[in-house]
């Protein structure tokens, strides 16, 4: 009985958090779980729940995430091993079976530690790739009412200098359809056309690929939504006067080259909070910037301390500033963590320019009100003993967040891991005896 108590403990603490049930996502503002909106898995996703769930996790975190990661699980493995030499009590008898001797342990023990050690570095590098590159089955967002648009602000191609080879907007758009997503703003870094691209080539065909960039200047990265052509941003890099002489002219309507609509200027995470917190900040605001990310899915923006967090959502609260969520897609990672709700009454019936109007003039209009930030439930902690246990309690919220499904399938996986540990020992016994 003794050796079926980790999976006994493992298999109650799988089924108590079921009794307590979390919603898999949150509203960012509120802390709540949404009612309108949930997430569908495939079933290959509930099938290998252990991977799926633990890769979804380290998809939507930050870089202290990675390394927290890295270091529970070395500290797992320590334990582990030290639990499974206490488990074998007495050396191992001379396999030919002479009475009172006993096989030295010292070269054989040694050998099979660092076959051991091996073996997990190897497969913790085989999962942390799985996580950055693999096409894995991934939860779906969906809403039953009509009117709300799922969004994304903020994507990349391989036209971006940092976007993966290949991602192309065929390659983004499928993402996004996967992801739940009805349209995407497609901003890379200082080029422009990848949406267009996908519009002459698949017409009508969702999600709609929407027009925008994403432009590097003094400390900061501004996402400029439903821009006609590429911005120069040539000149406008080297100072805060000069960004914000480009961030005006932006916000501006231009008169000699009228369009349809002025663009809608977001401020970009991590940049922003880095290296502009404070008088920045307003200046931002006064200059014409009319949107704030508060949740970008990259590793350093994902570092944003959780207080800073709380104090531009009440800027923009008090200031009628929109709110955002960024998967800031690059085509590395494959989970959609964050999504963006905008109520937009006969959206489907509109062609992508009249889309991109009615959304700019919706965020312009209702500010804060605008847009909701929805994401897959995480801990975030903002004191350092926090941080050190963000791990252990980010696994036991999200336990608390699986479906019934990925509930089954958890507890599949600890009786076939454990009835397998228990076979190959005793096949060990075996051919020791």
């Known amino acids: 009985m003794r050796r079926w108590r980790g999976p006994l403990l493992l298999s109650a603490i799988i089924l108590l958090a079921q009794l307590a049930r979390l919603s898999p996502l949150m509203d960012v503002v509120s802390g709540q779980g949404p009612t309108d909106a949930r997430l569908v898995y495939p079933f290959t996703h509930v099938l290998f729940a252990p991977f799926t769930l633990t890769a979804d996790w380290l998809n939507g975190g930050g870089a202290q995430d990675l390394k927290g990661f890295l270091l529970w699980a070395a500290v797992v493995y320590v334990l582990a091993r030290l639990m499974a030499s206490a488990a074998k009590g007495q050396p191992a008898r001379d396999p030919t079976g002479a009475a009172g001797q006993v096989r030295s342990a010292g070269a054989p023990a040694w050998r099979r530690e660092t076959a051991a050690a091996a073996a997990f570095i190897l497969g913790l590098a085989a999962f942390i790739a799985y996580v950055a590159y693999a096409p894995r089955p991934i939860p779906r967002l969906v809403v039953a009412d009509a009117e709300l648009l799922i969004l994304d602000v903020h994507s990349h191609t391989a036209l971006s200098h940092d976007g993966r080879r290949g991602f192309g907007g065929a390659e983004n758009a499928a993402w996004h359809a996967r992801a739940g997503f009805d349209a995407a703003f497609v901003t890379d870094h200082n080029v422009f056309g990848a949406a267009k691209q996908w519009r002459i080539d698949a017409p009508a065909r969702p999600p709609r690929l929407l027009d925008g960039e994403e432009l590097s200047l003094f400390g900061l990265h501004l996402v400029v939504l439903g821009n006609l052509e590429a911005i120069d941003n040539a000149g406008y890099t080297g100072s805060w006067d000069s960004t914000g002489a480009l961030i005006r002219h932006l916000a501006s309507p231009d008169t000699l080259h009228p369009t349809p609509y002025t663009p809608f200027l977001v401020a970009s995470l991590p940049e922003y909070w880095r290296s502009h917190w404070g008088p920045d900040i307003a200046d931002l605001v006064r200059w014409g910037v009319g949107g704030f990310e508060i949740w970008t899915v990259s590793p350093r923006a994902m570092d944003l301390p959780e207080p800073m967090r709380r104090a531009v959502i009440a800027r923009c609260r008090l200031g009628r500033l929109t709110m955002f969520g960024a998967t800031d897609m690059h085509g590395l990672g494959n989970t959609a963590s964050v999504w963006n709700l905008t109520r937009l009454p006969g959206w489907r ?68 891991v454990a009835g397998a540990g228990r076979a190959l020992r005793t096949r060990q016994r075996f051919r020791g005896a």
């Not at 992508?352 to 500010?367: E, H, K, Q, S, V």
């Not at 897959?376 to 350092?384: E, G, Y």
């Open 349 to 416: 019936a509109m062609g992508d320019p009249a889309l991109t109007a009615a959304l700019l003039a919706t965020f312009r209009a209702r500010g804060a009100e605008a847009n909701r930030v929805i994401a897959l439930r995480r801990w975030m902690p903002a004191s350092r003993l926090g941080r050190a246990l963000a791990v252990p309690v980010n696994a036991a919220w999200q336990l608390r967040a699986t479906s019934p499904g990925h509930a089954v399938a958890l507890l599949g996986w600890v009786w076939l």
